[in-house]
């Protein structure tokens, strides 16, 4: 189980990040480009999920493409899942309650490598 605490550790230990607010709600940022943010589910949401939407916090997360999403979706069921919102997007929603260090720590590292510039992500990653 992670907190905010751990989604903002885990965020602003990557280069050039920021936190700040988006509609109200943390967010994380890369110059300027948000890869995770807090993602509370609207009414749209609660009615499209049913009994399987989730009581707790949601997080939102950047992935690297639609594939990468539907794998997360197809290996994670347990934390990961998404709405109709985010069809064609390339991002997920995460139960917060459900997410582990070390799945918090490759979402988030992937959700930012996704959304820095590439100079950038080329430097924190030395091949």
């Given at each position: 189980m992670s907190s905010w605490d751990d989604v903002a550790r885990a965020c602003l230990a990557l280069p050039e990040t920021a936190e700040g607010t988006s509609y109200g709600k943390r967010s994380w940022a890369v110059r300027g480009k948000s890869f995770v943010w807090e993602r509370p589910l609207g009414k749209k949401d609660l009615a499209e999920l049913g009994d399987a939407a989730p009581?707790?916090?949601?997080?939102?997360v950047r992935v690297p493409d639609v594939?990468?999403?539907?794998?997360l979706l197809t290996e994670?069921?347990?934390a990961c899942f998404t709405t109709s919102h985010f069809d064609?997007?390339?991002a997920v929603?995460?139960?917060?309650?459900?997410?582990?260090?070390?799945?918090l720590a490759e979402l988030v590292e992937e959700a930012?490598?996704?959304t820095a510039p590439k100079r950038l992500v080329a430097e924190h990653?030395?091949?």
């Open positions: 009581a707790g916090p949601v997080l939102g594939g990468v999403k539907e794998a994670e069921p347990a064609g997007h390339p929603l995460v139960r917060l309650d459900e997410l582990g260090p070390e799945l930012w490598a996704s990653r030395p091949t």
